[in-house]
């Protein structure tokens, strides 16, 4: 989606590979080249994946990991300003390989490695439950930071995640897209309050868990009759009523900007948490020059250092030519977050179950349990 996104807005800001063991799921893939779809574990599970079982994911990451730095290294590192490693962490391959992958890029290279992980829905099973939280544990320890996507949060009642899964997508990219984007000069300019890598990278650094808000507003002028843009659609996320309001309101820049960042932080974020735990926040700020404001973005970024466990707000603008405004803001290194308690209480039974369950099995032994929980 991140690759899709980068060629529409031909930014070509995002260079990216796919490591799988399944061959189906690289073959479907439409926008990575053949070439940065890498296929593992073939002689183990000969190309049809490991299900479920993030061990043998793990196990396979790590006796393959030359081939997989290989191909990071073919498609070059000398101008990327860090590494993230996308991951659904209920299943197998994702969950056991990440945690993996990430000690071994920071072992190699200087750049910071980030994760986005996406944790199950309680509905998906307590396998995947189990799996997210053994891997989430261990992926907090190896990656310099961690932002988590909870698909329970963002999945309609009734949905499936399966009917779910584009939509989902779109909402992590809106938000990510953004995020990554920081600093990039592009036909709009150089904005401001400039957020560059270096920001982004400083907010990050207490390492732990990252949840990031999402706000968007249309601009309502003769722009709104032009093309999207670079936010294509992106007012799907607030209905009509809203957008109205904002436009009858007859509020200056300032305020506006104000209240947009307001509502990203208090809206949904991609983790549900306590935003008042967080140790350290980034406001970012992004859309037509016309509708930036530097008094704007300053007050809303002592909003946001009033309401946050820490005192370090970054902040800025990044001017697009779009007829919609959108605000990202990043709590970092979240100190409270029920979703993630839930899930790590869950495992916690799974497990205890499983030693129940082979307890009663003449085949147990010690060895057999997963030191995670300890």
Known sequence: MFIEQDR???SNNFRGIVVN?????????????????????????KGHGVGTDNVTGARI????????INAIDTRGTHDIDAFVIVAGLGGGTGSGGAPVLARHLKRIYREP????????????????????????????????????????????????????????NDEIVRRFGVLFRAGEVGKAG????????????????????????????????????????FFGGL?????????????????????????????????RLTLPCDYSTAER??????????????????????????NIAGVEVRGGDYPVNSSYVAAVVVLATIGEAPR?????????????????????SSMFDDSDIDPLFE
């Open 190 to 229: 150089v904005g401001e309050m400039v957020v560059d890598s270096s920001e982004v990278i400083n907010t990050l650094r207490g390492g732990g868990i990252s949840s990031v808000g999402y706000a968007v507003t249309e601009v309502v002028s003769e722009r709104t009759k032009q093309k999207k843009g």
């Open 281 to 306: 926040a980034l406001v970012l700020v992004a859309g037509n020059p016309t509708e930036m404001d530097r008094k704007g973005v300053e007050k809303a970024k002592s909003w946001v250092e009033e």
């Open 61 to 68: 990451a790590a006796d393959e990991i030359d081939s997989i």
């Open 235 to 267: 007012r799907d996320t607030f209905s009509k009523k809203e957008q109205v309001e904002d436009v009858l309101t007859g509020e200056d820049k300032s305020a506006k900007i104000i209240a947009l960042v307001r509502r990203a932080m208090l809206g």
């Open 8 to 10: 529409v807005s031909n």
């Open 21 to 45: 063991t399944a061959r189906t799921d690289l073959m479907g893939l439409k926008h990575i080249e053949l070439k940065d779809r890498i296929l593992i574990g073939q002689t183990v599970v």
């Open 113 to 168: 490695v980030y994760a986005l992980g996406l944790i199950p829905a309680p509905e998906e099973g307590r396998l995947y439950t189990y799996n997210a939280a053994r891997s989430l544990s261990t992926l907090v320890n190896e990656a310099d930071n961690v932002f988590v996507f909870d698909n329970a949060a963002w999945k309609n009642e009734g949905e499936s995640v399966k009917t779910a899964y584009s939509r989902l």
């Open 340 to 360: 993630v308690r839930e899930l790590f209480e869950i495992a916690k039974q799974t497990k205890e179950e499983v030693i129940q369950s082979k307890k009663r």
